[in-house]
T-cell receptor, first 117, second 113 residues
Framework: GAVVSQHPSRVICKSGTSVKIECRSLDFQATTMFWYRQFPKQSLMLMATSNEGSKATYEQGVEKDKFLINHASLTLSTLTVTSAHPEDSSFYIC?????????????FGPGTRLTVL | QKEVEQNSGPLSVPEGAIASLNCTYSDRVSQSFFWYRQYSGKSPELIMSIYSNGDKEDGRFTAQLNKASQYVSLLIRDSQPSDSATYLCAVRGYGGSQGNLIFGKGTKLSVKP
């Protein structure tokens, strides 16, 4: 299957700092990238959808000014958690899809575990 | 509100048995169906995709789709302890925003040695 990478895999930061997470599609061009968050023992929650060159579409309840998403190229999307607080500690997972075709599969990155002290 | 329903489990089966995971969806126009496996602390990985009614087999895995009943299932033959994970059913409709995957909450499978 296609490969999606994320960096960093784990980050620990102090409250109030900002953290940037990178998501790359390594062997295909991703017209659409997705950002999910997963708290322990809970299901995946979609945070936002981004199309290359367009503004991200955020799910209800997700603060767009706190979670900044940039999808500047067909292989790279970034999520910046601004002024992170302990309640932002979670497992953040990106996902990428090649195009809007019905058979196009959505592949997940390995995830980034964020711990805010 | 489009929904994808799964029994949360845990579903416990002995090693070597067949594990049967079920999923129902509410949006009749859904076109694409996926099963992902997620180990604890890891991100989901794709196991199977299915688009047409009937069965699709890949190794020990068989996906079954019945669009009339709005039902998709995953069978795991000769279950192994390494199959113990949470299995996520995902459904997608047409393009545009309807092209986004809708995930179920997942079924936790435990295969006992």
């Amino acid at each position: 299957g296609a490969v999606v990478s994320q960096h960093p895999s784990r980050v620990i930061c102090k409250s109030g700092t900002s953290v940037k997470i990178e998501c790359r599609s390594l062997d295909f061009q991703a017209t659409t990238m997705f950002w999910y968050r997963q708290f322990p023992k809970q299901s995946l929650m979609l945070m936002a959808t981004s199309n290359e060159g367009s503004k991200a579409t955020y799910e209800q309840g997700v603060e767009k000014d706190k979670f900044l998403i940039n999808h500047a190229s067909l292989t790279l999307s970034t999520l910046t958690v601004t002024s992170a607080h302990p309640e932002d500690s979670s497992f953040y997972i990106c996902s990428a899809r090649a195009s809007g075709g019905l058979t196009d599969t959505q592949y997940f990155g390995p995830g980034t575990r964020l711990t805010v002290l | 509100q489009k929904e994808v329903e799964q029994n949360s489990g845990p579903l416990s089966v002995p090693e070597g048995a067949i594990a049967s995971l079920n999923c129902t969806y509410s949006d009749r126009v859904s076109q694409s169906f996926f099963w992902y496996r997620q180990y604890s602390g890891k991100s989901p990985e794709l196991i199977m995709s299915i688009y047409s009614n009937g069965d699709k087999e890949d190794g020990r895995f068989t996906a079954q789709l019945n669009k009339a009943s709005q039902y998709v299932s995953l069978l795991i033959r000769d279950s192994q302890p390494s199959d113990s994970a949470t299995y996520l059913c995902a459904v997608r409709g047409y393009g545009g925003s309807q092209g986004n995957l809708i995930f179920g909450k997942g079924t936790k499978l435990s295969v006992k040695p």
